[in-house]
Nanobody, 126 residues
């Protein structure tokens, strides 16, 4: 089974940037589609962005479009979420997600996910 470990969360001020990282233990990481979700207190889990093994993107969309960027480094078994111009409404637990695939597969909803990370808290103060 895969293991995903997020890092990079923390407390920042509005307008700041953070980069989240998600390291995968599986040597077959390069064949996973990877994604990020977030869940704010009292709200539904929300899809943020995803990236296929070859770099195909799904999202970011909605309120984070133009501010967040997903990328991956297959040599390091790591996926990143660069978050710029952070707003208080971005406060949430951010979770890394992985979908095993032998071809091209996408992540757009929680049902697409095979593995989850434990989550990292991002708090943005006004």
């Amino acid at each position: 089974q895969g293991q995903l470990v997020e890092s990079g969360g923390g407390l920042v001020q509005a307008g700041d940037s953070l980069r989240l990282s998600c390291a995968a233990s599986q040597r077959t990481f390069s064949r996973y589609t990877m994604g990020w979700f977030r869940q704010a207190p009292g709200k539904e889990r929300e899809f943020v962005a995803a990236i296929t093994w070859s770099g195909g993107l799904t999202g970011p969309a909605g309120s984070v479009k133009g501010r967040f960027t997903i990328s991956r480094d297959n040599a390091k078994n790591t996926v990143y979420l660069q978050m710029n111009s952070l707003k208080p409404e971005d406060t949430a637990v951010y979770c890394c997600a992985a979908r095993m695939t032998s071809g091209i597969a996408y992540i757009t909803r929680a049902e697409d996910v095979d593995y989850w990370g434990q989550g990292t808290q991002v708090t943005v103060s006004p």
